[in-house]
């Protein structure tokens, strides 16, 4: 009954096609539409990212490409093959990082790893020292006997996704890697994965943090409603659909439209538009956003006008303002 | 903002200091009340079954013999009645006090939400105490007017068992409350005290018979145990159970005397964790854990160095060195061994990796103390001591007739419950294992979850937990064949037998198991079918035979599977096999056939939820 793949399948799993291809991919749960018909590809060795503010139906489109969840329709292809009809097969090709670390409480930080590669029908002897490999890559390797349960959370992080690589995955999903770790914890949780992606494991990353995802997309697709609002690099995304630099002010309370339209009139001046490179000015709760290529001069304008905000600053354009601009909406709620 | 209630933080302050307990308990109470149904449902069925299976259907045969007078009760029903409302109280105590305040501590850090507002420590554990008070309270009255409405109850001054009641839940409750609140971490520590406190101070209380009738040294157990003192307490308000006065300040003293010296240490431990110490609670079992690991590490060098010698062989002959690289990534590496798959229409459900479904529970169960996995015989073995030694007293044995069996001989009551106890066990813990077990890491511990994001199918995962579960029945039965060997009570091919009986019995059950915990939602349905187990219990022929019914009742009891289970027992154990015995072992084959072909039909909406 067990065989391996035939040698033509195991080509095309290994070689030649796409880590991930999907078309028209579509998932209903009754009414209600999580993933609306998209499509994308993710080559081999690619750092895939998958953007979007809560609910645009990220981590569903991971759990069809890890083949747990069943697609309403189109076609989806992980390393060529179809996660529906070749789920073990597919399965056994990824390393998963769900959105919540679940680890094994009742079994120690080493231990987790070792079963895990079990559950993948991998033998002992090569896990023991597998198992001694990842927890140096996760630098856990001190807390290789402790609970589960003493580990701080940037750990038991690092421990989910040491966990996740025991089978050598080709390709790696990871949904909301570093939501909810302070930024230290963040910074030595990217370096781990900015090593992986040097070593050619493909990356497969939702996230609602546009500095993560600037640091280590490739590649990537803004998600809103289940629909693909934009595609590309972070950094052309922001070329395309942004100004090189942004203008943050705060007025106080219940002025800020008030204020932008005349912002907009004195900037949008046709004496000083080029000079400035004004584009738009976004009106949020709080602030305003004056997009514009050149904030110092937007700024120098304002104060010579007599405008005085209760505080100012000059940033770069970040994918931030790319989903503003696309869905006039902010990303974090 | 004047006018606000929230606007004098000092007049806050001063009432919270006051009344800041009785918050405490409205949010106790209002936490019960995602389970308020269940609750109001035992409160009033319990009643009514145990009136039903004890006191009418054992009744039957103890009333037939012993006469309750002398203890100022009209019958056997009228004599238990009143304990065995102290008793359910009591014993929800023992759920009460165990899990919520885990739940407080550790799993949903509810003390740490109060502790951040002016409530104090103290008045944070007074306020789950006053709480869980008003739930016996509520659950006695129930049980009162129950008892009333059976035309049981003598006495007005029976409606004072509230009090007698709550005092020996608080007694039971309190002591476990102290010493569960010192941990940081729950390890199964609610099922050892269950097991080795709760069920022994329960079964050898005098509840179902006058606590005389066990030999001395078990009676000493009765004299520690608050449901005794509570059980007399209430016999004496029910009908007016004669007795020395003194006997009466005994028990109130005892009662209090324990609740409030429990009391002060729950209040210190609340202090100490609650309180500017911040203590963490004792860490369970951590030097064993240090014992266990010192082991585990030397094992792991001695594997290690055995795969660096075949490594340094493997290169001495030419072979490619193992890829060094931490996680290479490049595909199928160098050291990644070779997987095989299953193919064909199952392998989305199969991956022929069961094993290690099993071994991942064989490692949880050794992480976990061994006393926890092994007391689970423990508790067949107390019912046989308690109802064999207590009942036995007052019926001169069991017609040999009457328990369906061919031959005018009668039967020792132990021998006649023995069998029936093993099916029992089997039983609960084959449910116990395929629902609340299969539940738990479906939900919390997304376990499952985890599994199915490798190559294992559902089919993997659910055989697997069967296995695990049979695994843990079968020394459970064989635990307690062997206690019943030693007390000759069954024979030695008997006992073989009837091993792989209860290995059937707990199949059938895991199966039937395994098919209703895939429409469960949420934690309160499990409640609910926990509640069809105890009257199954009680009125399966399990504790008499089951001619004291009308037939009608009998047709009931013989549709239900734990009758088929516990006759099948008696066949084997004294060895007179029939047609009907052919029909029990019929009714287990079709659950498995149909629970297990159920189980799989919904095997994706089980475990890919």
């Not at chain 1, 690092?158 to 770790?181: H, K, M």
């Not at chain 1, 004004?278 to 405008?307: K, N, T």
């Not at chain 2, 069925?45 to 007078?69: C, H, K, N, R, W």
């Not at chain 2, 729950?186 to 209380?205: C, D, T, V, Y």
Request: proline letters at 5%; charged letters at 15%.
């Amino acid at each position: 009954m067990t065989s391996s793949l035939s040698p033509a399948r195991q080509q095309a799993a290994d070689s030649a096609a796409p880590a991930i291809t999907a078309s028209s991919l579509t998932k209903r749960y009754g009414d209600f539409t999580a993933v609306d018909g998209i499509d994308f590809t993710v080559a081999r060795g690619e750092s895939f990212g998958l953007l979007g503010p809560n609910g645009a139906g990220k981590s569903t489109t991971m759990r069809m490409i890890a083949a747990v969840s069943e697609r309403t329709g189109g076609e989806l292809l992980v390393a060529g093959l179809d996660p529906e009809r070749h789920g073990p097969e597919v399965r056994a090709r990824l390393g998963v990082v769900p959105q919540q670390d679940n680890l094994d409480e009742e079994l120690s930080v080493r231990e987790n790893i070792i079963m895990y590669g079990r559950y993948f029908g991998l033998p002992r002897r090569y896990l023991v020292s597998k198992a001694e490999e990842l927890l140096e890559f996760a630098q856990l390797s001190h807390k290789a006997r402790a609970r589960v349960e003493d580990l701080s959370g940037g750990m038991k992080r690092r421990l989910t996704i040491a966990r996740a690589l025991v089978n050598e995955p080709q390709v790696l999903l990871l949904d909301e890697p570093t939501t909810g770790l302070d930024p230290q914890a963040r910074h030595v949780l990217w370096d781990r994965l900015f090593r992986l992606k040097e070593s050619g494991t493909t990356l497969v990353l939702t996230t609602h943090h546009m500095d993560e995802a600037e640091q280590l997309c490739d590649r990537l697709i803004v998600v809103d409603q289940g629909a693909i609002m934009a595609e590309g690099s972070p950094r052309g995304l922001i070329a395309e659909h942004s100004t090189r630099e942004v203008l943050e002010l705060r007025f106080g309370m219940d002025r800020n439209a008030e204020i932008a339209r005349e912002l907009t009139a004195l900037l949008d001046a046709p004496e000083v538009a080029g000079m400035i490179g004004f584009s738009h000015i976004e009106v949020l709760p709080d602030r305003l956003l004056v997009y514009a290529g050149q904030a110092e001069a937007a700024m120098e304008r304002l104060h010579a006008s007599g405008h005085k905000p209760l505080t100012s600053l000059v940033r770069r354009s970040s994918l931030e303002d790319v989903f503003l601009r696309l869905t006039g909406r902010s990303l974090v709620d | 903002m004047t006018g606000s209630p929230a606007a004098d933080k000092d007049v806050l302050a001063r009432r919270v200091r006051r009344w800041g307990a009785l918050y405490q308990a409205e949010a106790t109470l209002r936490s019960m009340r995602a389970y308020g149904g269940v609750v109001l449902f035992s409160s009033t069925f319990q009643p009514i079954v145990y009136i039903l299976a004890m006191g009418l259907g054992l009744g039957v045969l103890i009333g037939a013999e012993t006469d309750f007078s002398a203890y100022g009760a009209d019958s056997y029903l009228m004599y238990i009645a009143p304990a065995i409302l102290a008793s359910t109280v009591a014993m929800t105590a023992g759920t009460e006090f165990t899990f919520p305040v885990m739940e407080g501590f550790k799993w949903r850090r509810k003390y740490y939400g109060a502790q951040a507002t002016a409530l104090s420590p103290q008045q944070i554990a007074l306020g789950h105490i006053l709480g869980v008070c008003c739930r016996f309270a509520v659950h006695a009255l129930i049980f009162i007017g129950v008892l009333f409405a059976f035309g049981v109850l003598a006495s007005p001054l029976a409606v004072l068992m509230v009090f007698s009641a709550v005092l020996g839940g608080l007694a039971m409750g309190l002591p476990i409350m102290a010493y569960i609140s010192t941990l940081r971490d729950e390890k199964g520590h609610a099922a050892l005290i269950q097991r080795f406190i709760i069920m022994p101070l329960f079964l050898f209380s005098g509840t179902f018979y006058p606590l005389t009738n066990l030999p001395g040294f078990l009676q000493v157990v009765g004299w520690i145990s608050p449901i005794w003192h509570a059980n007399e307490l209430g016999r004496v308000l029910a009908f007016g159970q004669p007795g020395p006065p003194w006997m009466v300040a005994v028990h109130l003293g005892y009662l209090a005397g324990v609740a409030f010296l429990a009391w002060l240490v729950v209040r210190r431990v609340f202090i100490r964790r609650l309180g500017y110490e911040e203590w963490p609670g004792r860490v369970p079992g951590l030097k064993s854990d240090l014992r266990r690991q010192a082991k585990q590490d030397a094992k792991d060098a001695d594997e290690a160095r055995a795969e660096a010698g075949r490594v340094a062989g493997a290169q001495m002959t030419g072979a490619a060195p193992r890829a060094n690289a931490p996680a290479t990534g490049s595909g199928v590496g160098a050291g990644l061994p070779p997987v095989t798959f299953r193919t064909g229409v199952a392998s989305s459900y199969y991956s022929g990796n069961i094993r290690a479904v099993f071994a991942r529970g064989l490692a949880a169960i050794r992480n976990n103390r061994g006393v926890i996995f092994l007391s689970g015989f423990l508790e067949p073995v107390l019912f046989l001591t308690s109802f064999g030694l207590g009942v036995s007293p007052m019926i001169s044995g069991i017609e040999a007739e009457q328990a369906g069996l061919a031959g005018q001989d009668t039967i020792s009551y132990a021998a006649f419950i023995a069998p029936a106890l093993l099916a029992v066990s089997a039983m609960n813990g084959a449910v116990f294992d395929s629902t609340w077990n299969v539940f738990f890491k479906l939900k919390i511990t997304k376990l499952y979850q985890t599994m199915m994001s490798t190559s294992l199918g559902p089919v993997d995962v659910a055989v697997g937990e069967i296995c695990l579960a049979l695994f843990r029945g079968g020394i459970y039965a064989l635990g307690f064949l062997g206690v019943l060997l030693g007390a000759g009570l069954v024979g030695p091919a008997s006992a073989v037998l009837m091993w792989f009986t209860a290995l059937f019995i707990a199949l059938g059950f895991a199966c039937i198991g395994m098919a209703a915990t895939s429409f469960m939602k949420r934690f309160q349905q499990m409640d609910w079918m926990m509640m069809v187990l105890i009257p199954m219990f009680l009125f399966s022929a399990t504790l008499f035979p089951i001619d004291v019914y009308p037939a009608g009742v009998q047709w009931v009891i013989q549709a239900l599977p734990l009758w088929h289970g516990v006759e099948l027992m008696r066949d084997i154990a004294f060895w007179q096999f029939s047609g009907l015995t052919l029909v029990h072992l019929g009714y287990y084959l079709a659950m498995i056939v149909a629970g297990g072909a159920l189980a799989a039909y919904r095997m994706k909406r089980l475990f890919l939820r």
